[in-house]
């Protein structure tokens, strides 16, 4: 049975809009009810499947490391899905999470961003993984996202990815098993916090990474 989600006067599935031809964002945006998470690519509605406790706390944990990071440092703003990034008529990702940074906070509309993140996470699930790291991989290096997370909470791995002229070039960790972010000055962190159970604690995660940047 397909998914129905409400529209003024009628019920419509996602189903439905796609066999209808490709789906403009426009249209998309409306006919997906709010707090649905879904991705608009290539003119296809593509709607994620429940996602398993691990995944949920990965997003939720660096939702919070990276926004109360960014809100010290004054960076700019972190989201998370359902928020709908808008890159062109037929292109409407809902990234797990995202970052904006201060100077292009206007990219942030009323009703959802006009425009590419500079970094984009995407928490790899059973269903998501080819599009994660299929066309995704392939959408946010063409439309400029300056960088990409993947963390692979069914594998135990994270990836950072820089984009370099529309293509992605891998960071790697340093010395320390560090992974440096350039969109973040200063932030870091271990792939193996990823694979703990339970997460490193926010506050303490945050002290030490705060501590490093204030004794400079």
């Known amino acids: 049975m ?6 003024p006067g009628k019920k419509q599935s996602i189903k439905c809009a796609n066999a209808e031809g490709p789906v ?8 997906v009810e709010e707090n649905v998470k879904a991705n608009l690519l290539d003119g296809r509605i593509i709607r994620d499947s429940p996602a398993i406790p691990k995944h949920g706390r990965i997003v ?33 990702p809902e990234p797990d999470v995202f970052f904006i940074r201060k ?6 509309g009323e009703k959802y961003i006009e425009g590419p993140p500079d970094l984009c996470i995407e928490v790899i699930s059973k269903s998501s993984r080819k599009i994660d790291r299929g066309r995704k991989f392939v959408l946010y290096a063409e439309h400029g996202v300056r960088e990409y997370w993947i ?7 994270v990836e950072f990815y820089a984009n370099q002229e529309g293509e992605w070039v891998e960071i790697k960790p340093d010395q320390q ?3 440096y972010p350039k969109v973040l000055p200063g932030f870091w962190l271990k792939p193996e916090w990823f694979a703990a159970f339970p997460l490193p604690p926010v506050k303490k ?12």
């Open 2 to 7: 397909p998914y129905l989600v409400k529209k």
């Open 24 to 31: 403009t964002f426009e249209k998309f945006y409306d006919i």
């Open 60 to 92: 939720s944990w660096c939702d919070k490391v990276l926004g109360l990071f960014a809100e010290e440092l004054d960076l700019g703003e972190v989201f998370v899905a359902t928020t709908t990034v808008r890159l062109s008529k037929y292109q409407g």
């Open 103 to 108: 100077k292009r906070l206007g990219i942030i």
């Open 151 to 157: 963390i692979d909470p069914l594998r135990n791995t």
């Open 177 to 179: 098993g560090r992974l």
């Open 205 to 216: 995660t945050l002290q030490t990474i705060l501590g490093e940047i204030f004794r400079l």
